[in-house]
């Protein structure tokens, strides 16, 4: 390994964390929203947060890079704002969170839907607010399930290459994640390099998958 | 306690609960088959399930009207269900102390006899102990009302008369009227004076427990 190896291992790793840390507030209170409360557009939204998850990671790409593409209207406020975001390692944490987002949010509320109404019931019963229930019942039981999907949408991050390679590129040194790498060492003739990449890959994404289902697999008591 | 159930109306699956009812007794029997509307109607009570017409009103309070819905933390109707829905992931006395709003516990500890349970997990708890952890649990909010959901279910016969005995000591040391749900009319015969029969959502008989049920009191 070298250290140019080291950095792409490195930099995927800080901004799949990055980018998991970032969806888990927004992801949790929509998996919440979802599993919870029936509200009007309820089912559209469902549909769109569902939408990376079968749409080829490319097109997801390309719908992102219009969004905040110099022309386009998150774009333009960026720019006025100074902030660069295509072809920057922001944009690498673009494409994970919204490719991963899905896969957090699914796995969050199976997680709040595993957990027994009847002990929200009673809490309510016995004066809690809901805010109250939903720190000290509701997270508590369903935190297993939520720590699973936390553990998912990094997996997933980590693996990201479609849609990162439309608005981050593959610039070595700046975006280059662990997969973007596995694909040019492999379109340079460098198998060695490439196996190496891919050893890693599997590791990590190994390991958080184990990690993952075991945490799934000990949530018995939500029930 | 007075409660009064006025053209209580709660849609169900398959049929609407349709209640009017004056309640005053110390303890009143909900007596009906399983799905006649039972704990559709605790849950009416309790506040979790707001009714779509009528009025419930508990000693003078309004609770549901046409304008009005108490939320069920705001008023002081404890529930206990039939499968108590301890909190699995913490203790006994953490359980206990959940309504407590830091006042004491140790009463309703006693009523029910769990002083040497307090510490442990509720999963390790056989069935009679969960029950006795649950009534403790819903009596530290000091509740103006006790909603009990069969709650003879699933203990085996020789705990029956226990269990009723906690009932009874907290119905008169307590002083907390109840509303009893079974569809076994020998134990109202321990514990109601009075008893509605419940029907597809519909109140069939009502009155005192031994008319309607055919049991003598104990």
């Known amino acids: ?223 | 306690m007075k409660l009064e159930l006025d053209d209580v109306r709660v849609p169900l699956a398959h049929f609407d609960l349709h209640v009017t009812a004056q309640l005053s007794s110390a303890a009143t029997g909900i007596f009906g088959a399983s799905g006649a509307g039972k704990t559709s109607l605790l849950e009416t009570v309790a506040g979790l399930r707001p009714p779509h017409g009528g009025r419930v009103v508990l000693d003078g309070n309004v609770f549901d009207d046409r304008r009005v819905h108490v939320p069920a933390r705001h008023r002081r109707i404890a529930y206990v269900p039939q499968d108590n829905a301890l909190f699995p992931h913490l203790s006994v006395i953490h359980n206990i102390r959940y309504g407590a709003n830091g006042s004491p516990i140790d009463e309703c500890v006693r009523v029910v006899e769990i002083e040497h349970l307090l510490a442990r997990r509720v999963t390790t708890l056989s069935g009679g102990e969960q029950k006795r952890v649950a009534l403790a649990r819903a009596l530290v909010t000091s509740p103006r009302l006790l909603l009990l959901d069969e709650p003879l279910a699933g203990l085996d016969r020789p705990l029956h008369a226990r269990i009723l005995s906690y009932l009874q000591r907290i119905r008169d040391e307590f002083r907390v009227a109840m509303l009893y749900v079974t569809h076994d009319p020998e134990e109202l015969a321990g514990i109601a004076d009075e008893t509605v029969v419940l029907e597809q959502g519909k109140i069939v008989r009502m009155g005192r427990t031994a008319d309607v049920v055919g049991i003598r009191p104990a």
Do not use: H
């Open chain 1, 1 to 223: 390994m070298t250290a140019g190896d080291w950095q792409v291992v490195g930099f995927t790793l800080r901004v799949a964390a990055l980018s998991t840390i970032l969806i888990a507030p927004l992801g949790i209170a929509m998996a919440w929203l979802l599993a919870r409360r029936n509200w009007p557009g309820k089912s559209l939204v469902e549909t769109i947060v569902t939408l990376p998850l079968v749409l080829p990671p490319v097109a997801t790409g390309l719908l992102l890079l219009k969004l905040v593409g110099r022309r386009g209207p998150l774009g333009q406020l960026l720019e006025r704002a100074g902030i660069d975001l295509v072809f920057t390692w922001r944009a690498v944490v673009l494409a994970m969170m919204a490719m991963s987002f899905p896969l957090l949010v699914r796995g969050c509320r199976v997680a709040f839907e595993e957990v027994n109404l009847r002990f929200e019931q009673v809490a309510r019963t016995l004066g809690a607010s809901d805010w109250r229930i939903f720190l000290t019942i509701t997270m508590p039981l369903a935190t297993r399930g939520i720590v699973g999907g936390l553990v998912l949408a990094f997996a997933r991050a980590i693996g990201e290459f479609g849609a990162t390679i439309v608005v981050a590129g593959d610039i070595p040194g700046q975006t280059t994640t662990l997969a973007l790498a596995i694909y040019d060492r492999t379109q340079l003739g460098n198998d060695a390099a490439a196996y190496r990449f891919l050893g890693i890959a599997a590791a990590v994404a190994f390991a958080a998958l184990w990690t993952s289902e075991a945490f799934l697999r000990r949530r018995g008591n939500a029930r």
